[in-house]
């Protein structure tokens, strides 16, 4: 009966150590092949690409969450002079919550196109305490007085005969002045941002060009309902790494505004999502339609929204810096006949939006944050990182930013004498002030639902695979442990039982009773 136990002992102890060696040695193995987390990253790159009716293209075609927009605009206090900048005040926020739509869908092969349709809804709880954008005033830069003097400025520009010109822009300056028209204007903030009609400077400006303009002309830097225009991505279907990349933006596959090759290039994605399995070491790149550029961003910190943990990337200084310091930016040096570089954080947009039918638009960040630090001294501009730098928060399994601020300044470039007749002739346009009017803090961030939906089916799966291994290890050295144990007390009877057959003169009283 005991020989019969000892043999049962043996089999379980046989049975213990051969499943704990195989976990432990299983788990090693996975721990440092990572099989277990391969597994895991095949199946998210899988998910990841936008495939017809997949969750990933249902969440990149609507997109949900606290999506809003801010305005911060610039109010004129005092014009100054060809001595004196124009002095100036911050108003806001006036917070716009958004509502993004693809029109227009088309698939064909593994590529989107689709046309991004935005409307904008004020939301009086987040903006200003007693704002009214509708009754709100401000002072600004005249940008319809600024387009109608370029194509003045062009026109002149053919008669060779200086004199002659020179009286004409007299004449112009003049008949401007008896209107009450000057390069700059009050409106309220609602016309400012999102356009106006007004009959005498139509009038006016139909008389100086000699064109026809109707009364009803509608005077706008944007539009609500409008979009960034016809747009076509790589949905990532069999190369992952080019999820939601541009191939296309307005029908250009390379862009046609810039001086050099690697300017133009339409790079990256627009922000929303990037390739899965992001590393600290990546150089992501983000077109932004705005200023009609690609930005390189790089990681900076680890931050934590909602028990989830996201890379921040954010644009490198040197993405700021003009092409006289950064040759990689020289493509970008396109102001006026001769191609010079603004100062460091300003981007002459003027030809991508519009040319010379369009305002002098430079673009910059906000209180000219990472740009020349004399050109925000001139407005007493206090330029802060938490305030006016741009950054992108990045799920690094998925690729999906989760979290973001875009901010960017709308500036105009305006000769430093602040005199019409100047504009006219073209005077002194090397020697610029870049007036700021208003900037933009366009931030999203993942519900809270969002959020716990997002950890248990991503991240629980993605813990338990990185876990897992190590499940194995520990288990494998539990049973190995109980092995030992078990062999250890087996030996011990043992030891005990021979001891007690040589004490009772070699019989064994269990097994032959008296």
Not at 54 to 63: C, V
Not at 145 to 162: H, S, T
Not at 341 to 365: E, I, M, Q, R, Y
Not at 439 to 458: C, L, M
Request: glycine share 8%; aromatic share 10%.
């Amino acid at each position: 009966m005991a020989k019969g136990r000892s043999k049962c002992c043996m089999c379980v102890v046989f049975v213990l150590f051969v499943l704990g060696a195989g976990l432990l040695i299983s788990g090693i193995v996975v721990a440092v092949l990572g099989s277990f987390t391969s597994l895991a990253d095949d199946e998210i790159k899988k998910g990841v690409p936008l495939k017809a009716d997949s969750t990933s293209f249902e969440n990149w075609e609507k997109q949900e969450g606290d999506l809003f927009i801010e305005y911060y605009l610039f109010n004129i206090t005092n014009e100054g002079n060809g001595n004196k900048p124009p002095e100036m005040t911050e108003i806001g926020p006036y917070t716009y919550r958004r509502k993004p739509t693809t029109n227009n869908l088309r698939r064909l092969g593994q590529t989107l196109t689709y046309k991004p349709i935005t409307q904008y809804h004020y939301d009086k709880s987040r903006s200003c305490a007693g704002c009214d954008p509708m009754k709100d005033m401000i002072k600004t830069v005249n940008y319809p007085l600024l387009v109608i003097l370029r194509g003045i400025q062009a026109r002149f520009a053919i008669n060779k005969n200086d004199t002659e010109v020179a009286i004409l822009a007299t004449k112009v300056d003049l008949g401007l002045k008896s209107t009450k028209i000057g390069l700059f204007q009050e409106r309220s903030v609602n016309e400012f941002l999102w356009g106006y009609s007004d009959a005498t400077f139509s009038t006016v400006a139909g008389q100086l060009t000699s064109q026809a303009i109707p009364a009803a002309t509608l005077y706008a830097l944007q539009f609500n309902n409008s979009g960034s225009g016809l747009t076509k991505i790589h949905t990532g279907e069999y190369e992952v790494d080019r999820v939601a990349e541009y191939i296309e933006w307005l029908g250009y596959k390379t862009l046609p505004w810039w001086s050099t090759a690697s300017a133009n290039m339409l790079n990256g994605t627009g922000g929303l999502r990037f390739r899965p399995l992001i590393k600290k070491d990546d150089e992501l790149y983000v077109f932004v339609t705005e200023i009609c550029r690609s930005l390189k961003i790089t990681y900076e910190s680890t931050v934590t929204v909602h028990g989830i943990d996201l890379y921040r990337f954010t644009p490198p200084k040197d993405v700021f810096k003009n092409g006289d310091i950064n040759p990689d930016n020289k493509g970008f040096c396109v102001t006026g006949p001769k191609k010079v570089c603004l100062p460091s954080g300003l981007l002459d947009v003027n030809l991508c939006k519009g040319g010379a039918k369009a305002p002098p638009f430079v673009a910059s960040t906000p209180h000219f944050y990472d740009g020349d630090p004399s050109v925000s001294q001139i407005f007493n501009l206090e330029p802060k990182k938490e305030k006016h730098a741009t950054f992108i928060d990045i799920e690094p399994n998925t690729g999906v930013t989760m979290q973001g601020h875009k901010r960017l300044q709308l500036n105009f470039a305006i000769p430093r004498s602040l005199n019409i007749k100047n504009i006219i002739l073209n005077i002194n346009t090397s020697d610029l002030l870049f007036i700021p009017t208003f900037f933009s803090d366009e931030f999203a961030q993942i519900s809270e639902e969002d959020a716990d939906d997002f950890k248990k089916k991503v991240l629980l799966p993605l813990r338990v695979a990185e876990i897992m291994p190590y499940v194995m290890i520990g288990l494998g050295a539990l049973l190995l442990i109980i092995t030992i144990i078990i062999i250890i007390i087996i030996m011990r009877r043992s030891n005990t039982r021979k001891t007690n057959i040589s004490a009772n003169g070699g019989l064994d009283k269990e097994n032959y009773p008296m």
